[in-house]
């Protein structure tokens, strides 16, 4: 058995072998017991237990984190091991792959776990109805095989040398199959903590379910409280006055309050967040390619690091691979801020100025109404007038992203190239966010999944980086570190801290545990 990194997956490239499970690192006794408390954001009154919708920490740490598994898990130290599947194997040209499951699980209704779930699951995303971001992943599996109980095997219809970390996505849940509708409406799954109670965004609490197939080596809670406080502030003080033991979104305002708590300690690493002004490509002044690439160059990035992360991060480039990417293309040249460039570009356009829209709510980033206000600053003297409409915070993301022209937005990033351009930019995909549709890009997605040369893969996807930072549709000023807090009550015992999502990539549950 052997635990296995991205990297050392590309290294193999894609020929046959096992990867499997292993088990967590220990770097100190845990404790068990308590009630762990978690005060975060990104909750919604519109929040289910159906992963295709989740889209923000409160329901990723509720649902991957704490009642529900996937097949597959990236740990905190970027390795992949298995989750409810126990190894896998793919053909030369990683377009066969079968994983056999893990037997002797048991879903918190007592049905045991199989194939047939994992199948039935895999399937919700491709349904007519779905709006799934992981739909275009499923969408290139051709068949679905159950070879036995515990066994299946998926054919691809283009390879993919990534299909094992893409299936451990947040999205990824595992439902029992017949009872979908009961188990999204419920919340039954096979994770270390049952549902015991869910508020949808107000609260979740679940309860340690007794004889968990990961036994003692994760979830030493025996109950976890998750409350929704969307408000940076009231989150903070919640922390302070320890109504909970850990909080996200750093509010960096008040970091200096936190910092001088001996009750307190802040957890930051670099992932692949980005804070992004995504436009619609297929509405107009967005069809129009030198209005983009001058609003790009109206863009302030450095004042937007200093004044919005208070340097807890790094100037963005215009495309979503962020520096814990294997291949962000750092040696690409630098979209600068140049209101001179920003005024050429929009006389090329047949433009003397531009005035244009853009919707914002701090529900999108942590600071996004006062970036929007300094990319308003900046942009005039580009002689572009950028109306920013407040929206509100509740529905942020179901009545504003997607459906407003220019609007905040915050991605997580990905664990791998191929995901996120998936997810973000296929043509067609249901979280396009630009409506991006570029031949060119499209090829070279497909040629990324399929290759298993790690240079030439360098190549495609610093390719396509490229391609975004000239013609995309997205303005990405900045790359931020996730910053959170905690509570000097627990501890991870030392062990890394995940960094593809927030708050050890969602998984504190059941990853840390009371001193």
């Not at 776990?113 to 739909?135: C, N, P, R, T, Y």
């Not at 159950?146 to 849940?173: C, R, V």
């Amino acid at each position: 058995m052997m635990n296995i990194s991205r990297r050392g997956l590309l290294k193999t490239g894609a020929a046959a072998g096992v990867l499997s499970a292993t088990g967590l690192p220990t770097y100190a006794a845990p404790n068990k017991g308590g009630t762990l408390k978690l005060g975060f954001s990104g909750a919604n009154t519109s929040d289910s237990w159906d992963g295709r919708t989740h889209s923000d920490l409160f329901m990723q740490a509720a649902g991957h984190g704490c009642v529900f598994d996937c097949l597959t898990e990236i740990k905190a130290d970027g390795s992949l091991a298995g989750e409810l599947a126990e190894s896998w194997e793919s053909s030369s040209d990683s377009t066969i792959w079968t994983f056999n499951l893990r037997k002797g699980v048991t879903f918190h209704n007592g049905k045991d776990f199989g194939a047939d779930d994992v199948i039935e699951s895999l399937q919700l995303h491709v349904s007519e109805d779905s709006k799934s971001a992981m739909k275009p992943i499923v969408a290139n599996i051709a068949s679905m095989k159950k070879n036995n109980s515990h066994q299946i095997e998926l054919t691809l219809t283009d390879g993919n040398a990534d299909l094992p970390f893409l299936l451990a996505d947040y999205h990824m849940l595992i439902y029992p199959a017949g009872m979908v509708v009961e188990a999204t409406a419920k919340g039954i799954g096979t994770g270390l903590y049952r549902n015991d109670g869910f508020d949808s965004g107000v609260r979740f609490v679940g309860s340690r379910y007794a004889d968990h197939y990961k036994g003692d080596s994760a979830g030493y809670f025996d109950s976890v409280e998750i409350i929704a406080i969307n408000d940076a502030s009231a989150r903070m003080n919640a922390l302070m006055t320890g109504q909970v033991h850990a909080v996200n979104r750093v509010d960096f305002k008040t970091e200096p309050l936190l910092k001088a708590n001996p009750a307190v300690e802040i957890f930051e690493v670099t992932g692949n967040q980005h804070y992004t002004f995504p436009m619609l490509t297929g509405v107009d002044p967005f069809t129009n390619l030198k209005v983009r690439q001058a609003l790009k160059h109206a863009v302030d990035r450095e004042e937007m690091v200093a004044k919005i992360l208070q340097g807890h991060g790094a100037v963005g480039n215009d495309h979503p691979i962020g520096p814990a990417n294997a291949y962000y293309a750092a040696d690409l040249p630098q979209n600068d801020f140049d209101p001179d460039k920003a005024k050429f570009l929009l006389e090329e356009a047949g433009l003397r100025g531009l005035s244009v829209d853009l919707s914002t709510s701090n529900a999108a980033f942590p600071g996004a109404n006062d970036a929007s206000q300094l990319y308003q600053a900046s942009a005039k003297a580009a002689g572009i007038n950028i109306n920013i409409v407040q929206e509100p915070a509740d529905g942020y993301w179901s009545n504003v992203w997607l459906k407003k022209s220019w609007c905040s937005c915050f991605w997580s990033g990905r664990a791998t190239e191929d995901l996120m351009f998936s997810v973000a930019y296929e043509a067609g995909g249901p979280w396009n966010d630009t409506q991006w549709n570029h031949a060119r890009f499209q090829e070279l997605l497909v040629k990324g999944r399929t290759e298993s040369d790690t240079a030439r893969r360098r190549e495609i996807y610093t390719e396509m980086q490229d391609i975004l930072r000239v013609e995309g549709g997205v303005v990405v000023p900045m790359y931020a570190n996730w910053v959170d807090a905690h509570s000097t009550k627990i501890t991870n015992g030392g062990a890394p801290f995940g960094n593809v999502y927030q708050a050890d990539s969602g998984r504190i549950a059941e990853r840390w545990w009371f001193k």
